[in-house]
């Protein structure tokens, strides 16, 4: 898994967020969350990666990643890279 940041141009805020979770060629983004988060798909539906406009939403935006695909692992990872849920 491979995790790229965009950030300003100061690099003081972050702007997104896509995490790859396998390599392939895009065939379709799906969004997830209007304006927030899509998914980029290949050609029979496998999840490659996932981008995140709103990264203050990353945690929710994956958690429903991972509902939507069956891949609970993705939830889990957010929490062994320190993203945790907004109090």
Known sequence: MEIQVTTDESG??????YIQVREGEVYRTVPIKANDCYADENVNGDLLGVEVLAPG???EC??????????????????????????
Do not use: D, F, H, W
Not at 62 to 87: C, F, K, W
């Open 12 to 17: 003081a805020k972050v702007l997104a967020v």
């Open 57 to 59: 939403r990353l945690r």
């Open 62 to 87: 994956m958690e429903q990643v991972a509902q939507t695909y069956g891949m609970p692992q993705l939830a889990s990872i957010m929490e062994s890279i320190g993203v945790t849920r907004a109090a």
